[in-house]
């Protein structure tokens, strides 16, 4: 009789067990989720924290320039890239990601993100051409706007106000936003994504020196409001 009763305690509790695996909101296998700190996978950390601007897999979206721009990998170091996304850029849409400096990625994270991003670069892409370097000489407005002239007036419109190929570039709000690095960035490295040539511009144009670059930015640069994007008059 107890052993009877023992087989059928060892049925019930086999039978209980059975029907807890199949208990309606009980996790399935691998649907638990990882904490965000734990994350250690570069497609999502990028997917999550940088695609939306600097597009899929590094390819730009127009908001900001591509990652897997080889020029700009080219110019770009790793020192750059850990401390631009660990600290973001001061007056600018690039935000902090590490902890450090108000973001939510470890410095583990931000280290797996400089890595993936570093394995999209293709150096032989510049065929053997050496691009002006990252950070540059102080430039100078005045030959920087003979430099626009007649470099990039051809697109984005003389006095850079707009043209029929490219939009303006001495736009307050715009201005605001985008910081002297960021536009030097961007004259070197160009935009593939939105057909803006890099430093070599067009197949007839002679690439511009390393001061041509420092002096076209300073011009920009000088065309920034003291308050960008304020309305009434410049009044904040």
């Known amino acids: 009789m107890k052993q009877r009763l023992g087989r059928a305690a060892l049925i ?8 807890c695996e199949r208990m309606p909101g009980k996790p399935g296998p691998g649907s638990v989720e990882i904490r965000p700190d734990k994350i250690r996978d570069f497609a ?21 320039i591509g990652l897997a721009n080889p020029v700009y990998l080219a110019i770009a170091d790793d ?5 631009t996304t660990a600290q973001g850029v001061a007056r600018s849409l690039m935000p902090a990601f590490a902890r450090s400096a108000g973001g939510e990625l470890t410095d583990e994270q931000v280290a797996i993100l400089v890595a993936g991003i570093r394995a999209w670069a293709r150096p032989d892409a510049l065929g053997g051409a050496t691009p002006p370097p990252y950070a540059g000489p102080a430039g100078d407005p005045t030959r920087g706007a003979a430099v626009f002239a007649s470099v990039c007036a051809s697109c984005h419109g003389a006095g850079g106000a707009g043209g029929p190929k490219a939009g303006s570039l001495v736009d307050g709000s715009f201005l605001g936003l985008v910081s002297d690095q960021a536009l030097r960035t961007t004259v070197i490295a160009g ?8 430093w070599r511009g067009e197949a007839s144009s002679t690439p511009l020196t390393d001061q041509q670059v420092s002096d076209v930015v300073a011009w920009l640069a000088s065309q920034r409001p003291e308050n960008p994007g304020a309305p009434y008059g410049g009044n904040p």
Request: charged content about 15%; hydrophobic content about 40%.
């Open 12 to 19: 019930l509790a086999g039978a209980f067990a059975a029907g």
């Open 44 to 64: 999502l950390l990028y997917s999550e924290n940088c695609a939306a601007c600097h597009g899929r897999n590094g390819q730009g979206s127009g908001a900001a």
């Open 79 to 83: 020192a750059v890239l850990s401390r």
């Open 191 to 198: 935009r593939p994504d939105l057909g803006h040539p890099d």
